[in-house]
């Protein structure tokens, strides 16, 4: 089958590499441009093109879709039988969904109609759900709105994290577009009812609030883990919570309750068990510990 790719992170690359070994004709790949990362900020690819480049396959990197018809009528001039979609970045106007004969295909990493949108990953895991998965969707106009081909569930489980369900739910969903284009099954529409929205993450949503339950505030480390991860204050210095565990106990939100890091929330506690505080590698609570006092009663910032 003639198709274009279109994703840019690490979760679309297993799509991308089962599409290409499976022999289909892949004659674009469409991902976000280069942009500065790490702590020199080099200029660097995203993973998609990285792995496209190494596949031999032709790489375009539009800053922008809409209203950029040059790109609409190159997208056009392709020929396209499908366009596989995965975690792309922009938004696909309707003047390219329509090109390809069979249109535009999804990988959604929720079951839709349950968190549309930017992180339905992260908020599946903050939530507290039992299950998320992959749907395949034909897309449409709308954010995350089109009908169903495929779907398949994953169990969440209470130490699942975001960076676990992603690796799961990548190679789940380079196996589901597969089927999808051999099987061609037929669309079902999304149910009215269900839907729900998870919005593009920001830095501040990583901040802890310990007036929350330890449960949520549980959820909300795992749900964070690879970004924006989650952060606290020390004695005024930032300090990153990178795992938790629950405890028992009770006190003023943020007090710490013993020598071991248990930190009293609005209802329960936590144990903090693996930290990073600025400038130093990740630790263990206990390595933490030997070389830094930090008596019962002190208090950790929101």
Request: with cysteine; hydrophobic share 45%; proline share 8%.
């Amino acid at each position: 089958m003639r198709l274009a790719f279109m994703g840019s992170p690490d979760f679309a690359l297993p799509a991308l590499a089962a599409l290409h070994a499976a022999g289909h004709a892949i004659v674009a790949v469409y991902c976000q441009p280069p942009r500065p990362a790490g702590r020199r900020y080099a200029i660097r690819e995203c993973p998609v093109a990285m792995l496209a480049r190494e596949l031999d396959l032709p790489v375009h990197s539009p800053l922008r879709l809409r209203d950029n018809t040059a790109v609409h009528a190159e997208f056009a001039a392709l020929e396209l039988d499908a366009a596989v979609v995965a975690a792309y970045g922009l938004i696909v106007p309707p003047a390219m969904l329509e090109t390809p004969r069979r249109g535009c295909i999804n990988i959604h990493a929720s079951l839709l109609p349950r968190w549309r949108g930017a992180a339905p990953i992260q908020a599946a895991v903050l939530a507290g759900d039992a299950e998320t998965g992959i749907t395949i969707m034909q897309m449409d106009a709308g954010l995350d709105t089109g009908p169903i081909l495929l779907r398949e569930a994953v169990p969440i489980t209470p130490t699942t994290t975001s960076t676990s369900l992603n690796g799961a739910l990548s190679t789940l969903g380079a196996q589901l577009v597969l089927r999808a284009l051999e099987e061609d099954p037929p669309a079902v529409l999304q149910p009215a009812e269900g839907a729900t929205y998870a919005p593009k993450l920001k830095r501040e949503d990583g901040r802890i609030d310990w007036t929350q339950t330890a449960e949520a505030i549980e959820r909300q480390v795992r749900a964070f883990d690879s970004w924006p991860g989650t952060f606290t204050t020390l004695d005024g210095k930032m300090l990153k919570v990178l795992a938790v565990e629950l405890a028992a106990g009770s006190g003023t939100p943020g007090q710490l309750l013993d020598g071991e890091l248990t930190v009293a929330c609005g209802q329960g506690a936590l144990r903090i068990t693996q930290m990073q505080s600025a400038g130093r590698p990740a630790m263990a609570a206990a390595d933490y510990l030997r070389g830094h006092r930090v008596p019962a009663g002190t208090m950790f910032g929101s």
